[in-house]
């Protein structure tokens, strides 16, 4: 300890000299420090390196000249004024100007034993301020960061207490349900949000532990089933009319929060938005709410005893703490007894005493420890049933004082209420342990990293969903294993880094992920992982990042889901309705396409090959004597050689040529960018194919069957209606002119035919 004695402003006499350095040496002999030194100077910084420092003067007003200027600048150490003047206004001069204590100068000296008090009393009320500090601020950032990971979340929730009122509605809740925080935190109408007329929630049916009794009765067939992923909690879904435009089904997780021992003192419920699921298998994220805790602490209280174990001084924070006025405690020696309610010695008993580490360890063993600031003082907490109504936690530190001669004529013992703090630290405790309820509670796969990059939460969706425990991930930065076969960032590195989009679209491409519509700052994306299951998993993710009180970013969430079967039931629909398609513009028996198919794609075709100039032909086809055929060997016979018709016009086509069964026995084929020369050598290859066709209408019977076709080209201007017709007297000539035939019309030989 640094304690420096100075006579501010003062010359440097011998005799002057000679006090300061025997104040200084007393208070060095008292308290074991090294660094006391003694001084006539200004002030100015040199007061800056020192623990304490003593002002000794005669004048207050004086000492408060030099005392101002620096006050004023700050950074000052807690400083002790000793003057001569014995008045209330000096005394309370100095106190106003920011001077600790103030100790009158007697001729009889007997300041200089109330200076290592002073001292004492001094050194535990700044430290007890220092503490309380660290403590603010160590909760007010650990409240942020809760508040962060909840609010952080795109996951709707609510959070009721075991009254059934709401004591969180994030905004992910008020985005999903149209109602604001404000106008349901609070109340017991969660129930609004969801339903027309007042019954529980599922969150509500946990809280009463009537999910076997009452859960049918609301939710009937729909069912509340228990969550795999966690004990205690239950899901459902279900349609609520209420929400949106034409109502929206839910996916809905309830589960119970509970205190230390166990007891239910909340639920916190999920609500995701599974109407595209039910409909593509697409679901949207549920997660996180946040708590609140509250520390406060108390003023020093102090006592003195003397050789005797005599209380001589009992300050008023003494009174309040420990509800013994100074009058019926100075002079006696009952403090065990106020105290502990049995005869044992206090701390200050035992320091005065100079008793050895055991005989402390005997009274107080694994609760003491020696003061990191001043040599031979002892610290202890413990816990004084009988202070209050329920008992008090006590922060106290014991020191001896001593004469001229090093010789113990007292102690003196500072006590400081940390009941607060105490209950603060278990109420942080309890957050942590409530936080690791709503996370874990979630059926939302979910981790946390902290602003190292190191994983603090990773919840056991989290675990069931990547096969890594958390005792495996936390404290690691190795979250890329669970999706990636080499390092690399995930989401919420990249989020936490506040990387820009183009590295972002690095990792994930620029169509897999967009920003988040909830969370400033937020993204999601989705993609395929090769490495999750037997045959890769598709998986939804979004990560948001976690800011301190200051808004400066320190750690990051993300929520993970699989989205595989969604993505399978996608594929399928996209299958299913290409079949579909495919079935509305076929023909069934013969496998081209059909009449209503023709009559679009004749009309796309004129229309392209108008807009280009391109060439466009027509072949119309018949079967000769199909009627005949029909009448003499059935009408299933006569489905094979239509058959087999709609097999020669297949293989003889190119590939952007398209055949379709324009009615009965009549075929049409399309020859896009295709002249008249090559439209008959394509007719030719249909014609002979065809012809050389046997067809089996009976046992050792086989009969060759042929075909009439017309071939014309597109006149630009023309109707469909005039194209087809031109083509088809074509057949009709190739039938005159004696059937099994190709005729070829050219339109602007003959425009008239």
């Known amino acids: 300890m640094r304690i420096l004695v100075i006579a501010p402003g003062a010359q440097a006499p011998a005799q002057l000299l000679t006090t300061l350095q025997m104040v200084a040496g007393k208070v060095a002999s008292v308290f074991s420090a090294p660094d006391t030194g003694a001084a006539c100077a200004e002030l100015d910084n040199a007061l800056f390196p020192f623990d304490l420092c003593i002002l000794y003067n005669d004048s207050a007003t004086h000492l408060l000249h030099q005392f101002h200027p620096l006050a004023a600048r700050g950074d000052l150490p807690p400083t002790i004024a000793v003057c001569t003047e014995n008045t209330a206004e000096a005394a309370t001069m100095l106190f106003k100007a920011g001077i600790e204590d103030y100790v009158v100068r007697d001729e009889a000296k007997e300041w200089l034993r109330q200076l290592p008090e002073a001292i004492s009393i001094v050194n535990a009320r700044h430290h007890a301020r220092s503490f309380r500090s660290q403590l603010d601020n160590s909760v007010r950032d650990s409240e942020q960061r809760l508040s962060q990971i909840v609010e952080g979340s795109s996951v709707a929730m609510f959070v009721i207490d075991d009254e059934h009122r709401v004591t969180h509605w994030n905004r992910a809740c008020e985005i999903l349900?149209?109602?604001?925080?404000?106008?349901?935190?609070?109340?017991?109408?969660?129930?609004?949000?969801?339903?027309?007329?007042?019954?529980?929630?599922?969150?509500?049916?946990?809280?009463?532990?009537?999910?076997?009794?009452?859960?049918?009765?609301?939710?009937?067939?729909?069912?509340?089933?228990?969550?795999?992923?966690?004990?205690?909690?239950?899901?459902?879904?279900?349609?609520?009319p209420k929400i949106g435009e034409s109502g929206r089904w839910l996916y809905f997780t309830a589960a119970p929060l509970r205190d230390s021992?166990?007891?239910?003192?909340?639920?916190?419920?999920?609500?995701?938005?599974?109407?595209?699921?039910?409909?593509?298998?697409?679901?949207?994220?549920?997660?996180?709410?946040?708590?609140?805790?509250?520390?406060?602490?108390?003023?020093?209280?102090?006592?003195?005893?003397?050789?005797?174990?005599?209380?001589?001084?009992?300050?008023?924070?003494?009174?309040?703490?420990?509800?013994?006025?100074?009058?019926?405690?100075?002079?006696?020696?009952?403090?065990?007894?106020?105290?502990?309610?049995?005869?044992?010695?206090?701390?200050?008993?035992?320091i005065l005493d100079n008793a050895d580490e055991a005989e402390i360890a005997r009274y107080y063993d694994g609760r003491y420890r020696r003061s990191p600031i001043v040599d031979d003082v002892i610290e202890v907490d413990d816990f004084f049933p009988t202070l209050g109504a329920n008992g008090r936690w006590i922060h106290f530190a014991a020191a001896p004082l001593q004469d001229d001669t090093g010789r113990r004529i007292g102690a003196i013992e500072t006590l400081i209420d940390i009941t607060e703090r105490k209950r603060a630290e278990e109420r942080l405790k309890e957050s942590e342990r409530h936080l690791a309820q709503i996370i874990d509670g979630s059926a939302v796969a979910t981790f946390v990293i902290d602003e190292q990059h190191r994983?603090?939460?990773?919840?056991?969706?989290?675990?069931?969903?990547?096969?890594?425990?958390?005792?495996?991930?936390?404290?690691?930065?190795?979250?890329?294993?669970?999706?990636?076969?080499?390092e690399?960032?995930?989401?919420?590195?990249?989020?936490?880094?506040?990387?820009?989009?183009?590295?972002?679209?690095?990792?994930?491409?620029?169509?897999?992920?967009?920003?988040?519509?909830?969370?400033?700052?937020?993204?999601?994306?989705?993609?395929?992982?090769?490495?999750?299951?037997?045959?890769?998993?598709?998986?939804y993710f979004t990560a948001a990042p976690i800011r301190n009180?200051?808004?400066?970013?320190?750690?990051?969430?993300?929520?993970?889901?699989?989205?595989?079967?969604?993505?399978?039931?996608?594929?399928?629909?996209r299958q299913s309705e290409e079949r579909y398609r495919l079935l509305s513009i076929t023909?069934?028996?013969?496998?081209?396409?059909?009449?209503?198919?023709?009559?679009?794609?004749?009309?796309?075709?004129?229309?392209?090959?108008?807009?280009?100039?391109?060439?466009?032909?027509?072949?119309?086809?018949?079967?000769?004597?199909?009627?005949?055929?029909?009448?003499?060997?059935?009408?299933?016979?006569?489905?094979?050689?239509?058959?087999?018709?709609?097999e020669c016009i297949t293989q003889s086509l190119r590939r952007t040529d398209q055949g379709f069964r324009y009615g009965g026995e009549e075929f049409v084929v399309l020859l896009p960018e295709t002249n008249l020369s090559d439209a008959e050598a394509a007719a030719e290859r249909v014609r002979t194919m065809f012809a050389d066709s046997e067809i089996s209408p009976a046992a050792n019977v086989f009969i060759r069957c042929t075909v009439s076709i017309g071939v014309t080209m597109f006149n630009v201007g023309e109707s469909p209606k005039d194209f087809v017709a031109r083509a088809d007297s074509g057949t009709y000539a190739a039938k005159r002119k004696g059937k099994n035939s190709v005729v070829v019309i050219n339109p602007l030989a003959d425009p008239q035919i």
């Open 177 to 240: 349900t149209g109602i604001a925080t404000t106008d349901v935190v609070g109340t017991t109408r969660q129930w609004r949000a969801f339903y027309p007329n007042e019954r529980p929630c599922l969150a509500d049916l946990i809280v009463d532990n009537a999910i076997e009794k009452m859960g049918g009765q609301y939710y009937g067939d729909k069912g509340i089933r228990s969550s795999a992923v966690l004990a205690g909690t239950y899901e459902a879904e279900d349609f609520f």
């Open 261 to 350: 021992r166990g007891h239910i003192v909340g639920a916190i419920e999920t609500l995701q938005d599974i109407t595209d699921q039910r409909q593509t298998q697409e679901s949207l994220r549920a997660q996180q709410t946040l708590l609140r805790q509250i520390i406060e602490c108390n003023s020093v209280a102090t006592f003195v005893i003397n050789e005797q174990h005599q209380v001589t001084h009992w300050n008023k924070a003494c009174e309040v703490l420990l509800g013994k006025s100074a009058g019926d405690t100075i002079g006696t020696r009952r403090l065990a007894n106020d105290i502990y309610a049995e005869d044992r010695p206090v701390l200050a008993d035992l």
């Open 455 to 486: 994983v603090t939460h990773w919840n056991q969706a989290c675990a069931t969903l990547t096969g890594l425990p958390a005792n495996e991930m936390i404290g690691t930065n190795h979250q890329w294993r669970a999706f990636y076969p080499q």
């Open 488 to 539: 690399r960032p995930c989401m919420a590195d990249l989020v936490l880094d506040g990387a820009m989009e183009d590295r972002v679209a690095q990792y994930y491409g620029e169509k897999k992920y967009h920003r988040s519509q909830i969370v400033s700052g937020g993204y999601e994306a989705q993609d395929f992982f090769p490495n999750f299951g037997s045959s890769g998993r598709w998986l």
């Open 549 to 573: 009180a200051e808004g400066r970013i320190v750690g990051a969430i993300e929520t993970l889901q699989d989205i595989t079967e969604q993505k399978r039931a996608e594929d399928n629909l």
């Open 587 to 646: 023909d069934g028996m013969t496998g081209l396409y059909n009449a209503r198919f023709f009559a679009q794609r004749l009309r796309e075709e004129m229309d392209r090959a108008q807009r280009y100039q391109n060439s466009l032909a027509l072949m119309v086809l018949d079967v000769d004597n199909f009627k005949r055929f029909n009448d003499t060997w059935g009408h299933v016979q006569g489905d094979q050689v239509l058959i087999r018709l709609g």
